[in-house]
T-cell receptor, first 112, second 115 residues
Framework: GENVEQHPSTLSVQEGDSAVIKCTYS??????FPWYKQELGKGPQLIID?????GEKKDQRIAVTLNKTAKHFSLHITETQPEDSAVYFC???????????FGSGTKLNVKP | NAGVMQNPRHLVRRRGQEARLRCSPM?????VYWYRQLPEEGLKFMVY????????ESGMPKERFSAEFPKEGPSILRIQQVVRGDSAAYFC?????????????FGPGTRLTVL
């Protein structure tokens, strides 16, 4: 089955700096890659996603890049704010098979 | 427009008791997924259901765990004879149906503690 690895496990940045979280996947059939933000005591909230026919997607301060050849994808957050502090999860899935394989999470701390 | 709802939010059970976790998907969503999250870990897929059908239960332990999504009412994840290792957060997610977006929308979770 699919194996998703995520790095780093913790990331501390100063407010206003950029943060980058990286994930790799093993199954070349995976074609959908969502990113979720989870705040303490809450469920994961989708923040951005990308499909394998696209190399990059941006939504305001958040962007995701995908390298199908190398089987890795990354989350980029620019101009970080304290409210960005949370645990971020990447995931991979195969369209129509649907189950998500999650990375182990990155705890982002944005220092004011 | 209510999101995915789960109840209870917190559940405490003693070893050997049964735990029943409920999930009401978003309005118009007919597909439900259950995931388990251990402390400091990512979410692990358990089961995928459509109304009255189990589509994929490959992540579900073979014994003591069962899931259903009846024609009417919420989806239920049932854990019989709970053990301490069952302590975790259980999340439900829903999506509209096949052929639509892959995006899954998650509920707030049920935190199960087994004493």
């Amino acid at each position: 089955g699919e194996n998703v690895e995520q790095h780093p496990s913790t990331l501390s940045v100063q407010e206003g700096d950029s943060a980058v979280i990286k994930c790799t996947y093993s199954d070349s059939a995976s074609n959908y890659f969502p990113w979720y933000k989870q705040e303490l005591g809450k469920g994961p909230q989708l923040i951005i996603d990308i499909r394998s026919n696209v190399g990059e997607k941006k939504d305001q301060r958040i962007a995701v890049t995908l390298n199908k050849t190398a089987k890795h994808f990354s989350l980029h957050i620019t101009e970080t704010q304290p409210e960005d502090s949370a645990v971020y999860f990447c995931a991979a899935s195969i369209y129509n098979f649907n189950k998500f394989y999650f990375g182990s999470g990155t705890k982002l701390n944005v220092k004011p | 427009n209510a999101g995915v709802m789960q109840n209870p939010r917190h559940l405490v059970r003693r070893r050997g008791q049964e735990a029943r976790l409920r999930c009401s998907p978003m309005k118009g969503h007919s597909h439900v997924y259950w995931y388990r999250q251990l402390p400091e870990e990512g979410l692990k897929f358990m089961v995928y259901l459509q109304k009255e059908n189990i589509i994929d239960e490959s992540g579900m332990p073979k014994e003591r765990f069962s899931a259903e999504f009846p024609k009417e009412g919420p989806s239920i994840l049932r854990i019989q004879q709970v053990v301490r290792g069952d302590s975790a957060a259980y999340f439900c997610a829903s999506k509209p149906g096949t052929g639509s977006t892959d995006t899954q929308y998650f509920g707030p979770g049920t935190r199960l503690t087994v004493l």
